[in-house]
């Protein structure tokens, strides 16, 4: 090389270690912001405990009243007494549920390794206070690395994770961070791997898989994901198919089993040692009621115009086989957008179903938003969709506690007594609606990272066939 040449690329290797220096550092500012947000979450829940303790470590004076007035009310702290957290018992394997669907034994209502979150939060925990606080350290760590991810995937859009309003309300709420990160941690390990050595496809789609199998024994929801993933991986992704190449069966199967594996290698050794207690928990939540926290449109819906044991039956069919039916919606969609594009939309696909189980369930926590915030950072739709639903969704995760209050302490609390059912009917509903075009959106939007080579794929033979 020339000494032009040197000096002149001095510059650009200046330049690009700038470029890096500043992407690093942006990423910092971004998990900072992250964990002064965790922070406000903490905050916001530790309101709610003590100053006082009664002798089963329940904060007092007035728990019931202060959660649901200060709307600083959360799963975790609540869950401290009634489960058998407080006596530090090893969850599923002595657990059980009675006719009347209560649980005993250490059993709790959600998979595998919340329980064991939940065991983990309270060993050293001697109050509700302590519960809340140990749990919030072991589970900011996913917080933070879901927004470093977030950040590395699709830079700036990820302060609707890390500053968002979701994450100062439900942060804490419950035990939804470590999902959040299996979820996103899937999609980074398709698109920019786990390591600086290229890896084919099906390798990182098998350790995606994985992940999505870790997130199902966390909260269910992401082995949904699977089924697109696997269809990514059918139609070879973004590479595309090699010419002459036929559907990448073998390597679509690999990554489905992978799946499969991990949720039986995590689930089989509490189902050994306690069956009972580990079927109790997928009991509770097929036996739990459309009632009044359940926060659906089904109940919104239905409950003025049936008898509450019809109106159960009829939500025991028609919730699941509306999931299912959205989810096979969502994959055909994506399936005819890979023959006009050429290449699958899993991520797109997977924040379809997403909505369609979010609308569909027969329960509709609020801190579920956490698991939908992710797809408005992954995805590029407008923004105005997010802070859309970020404002009904703030609608229902205040007025929500605040309406229950009124009931509970005998105050007014019909719609025309008050703003705060109104509202939760603006949450339930507008939540409902936006849900319903966020499944059209969705899946006419593309990932907001780069995510294909330069040019465009050839189109499918099939379609090239029709032309």
Not at 23 to 35: I, T
Not at 220 to 225: K, S
Not at 378 to 384: D, S
Request: glycine share 8%.
């Amino acid at each position: 090389m020339s000494a032009t040449r040197e000096v002149a690329a001095v510059p650009e290797r200046v330049s690009g270690q700038r470029s890096r220096r500043f992407g690093r550092v942006a990423l910092a500012v971004l998990v900072l912001l992250s964990g002064v947000t965790l922070l406000l979450g903490f905050a916001n829940k530790d309101r709610c405990t003590g100053p006082e303790f009664d002798p089963w470590g329940r904060s007092q004076p007035d728990y019931e009243k202060r959660n649901k007035s200060e709307f600083c009310y959360s799963d975790i702290q609540h869950l401290w007494i009634g489960r058998d957290v407080d006596r530090h018992v090893f969850p599923y394997v002595h657990g059980a549920i009675d006719e009347n669907g209560a649980l005993s034994g250490g059993t709790v209502e959600y998979p595998v390794l919340s329980g064991l979150l939940i065991w983990a939060g309270a060993i050293f925990a001697s109050n509700d206070a302590t519960f809340l606080l140990f749990s919030a350290l072991l589970m900011a760590p996913f917080g933070l690395a879901t927004a470093w991810l977030l950040g590395k995937l699709s830079r700036w859009r990820a302060l609707l994770w890390a500053v968002g309003p979701p994450m100062v309300l439900y942060a804490f709420h419950n035990w939804d961070l470590p999902v959040a990160f299996c979820a996103v941690a899937a999609v980074y390990v398709v698109h920019r791997g786990w390591s600086r050595a290229p890896r084919p496809l099906v390798d990182r789609a098998v350790v995606a898989s994985v992940l999505l199998g870790l997130g199902f024994a966390f909260k269910i929801y992401p082995a949904a994901f699977v089924l697109p993933l696997a269809l990514y991986v059918l139609t070879g992704g973004r590479e595309g198919l090699a010419e002459g190449r036929k559907l990448d069966w073998p390597g679509a199967v690999k990554v489905a089993l992978a799946s499969v594996v991990t949720v039986v290698a995590v689930n089989l050794p509490f189902a050994i040692a306690g069956f009972a207690g580990w079927q109790a928990s997928f009991t509770f939540q097929q036996l739990r009621k459309v009632d009044i926290t359940t926060n659906s449109v089904w109940f919104w819906s239905m409950r003025p115009f049936m008898p509450e044991e019809t109106m159960q039956s009829v939500v025991g069919v028609l919730s699941p086989v509306g999931i299912l039916a959205s989810f096979a919606l969502a994959c055909w969609l994506g399936w005819r957008r890979y023959l006009r594009e050429g290449v699958y939309p899993w991520v797109a696909v997977s924040a379809a179903m997403l909505c369609g189980f979010l609308l569909l369930h027969k329960v509709h926590s609020p801190q579920y938003t956490l698991w939908l915030v992710p797809m408005f950072v992954l995805l590029r739709i407008p923004l105005g969709w997010a802070f859309a639903y970020f404002a009904a969704d703030l609608a229902m995760g205040i007025g929500i506690f605040r309406w229950y209050y009124a009931i509970q302490f005998g105050q007014p609390s019909g719609i025309y007594d008050g703003f705060a059912a109104q509202a939760v009917v603006i949450g339930v509903w507008g939540r409902a609606a936006l849900l319903v075009a966020l499944f059209v959106v969705f899946l006419k939007s593309d990932v907001s990272f780069r995510d294909r080579p330069p040019g465009r794929l050839p189109a499918h033979p099939e379609v090239k066939a029709r032309t």
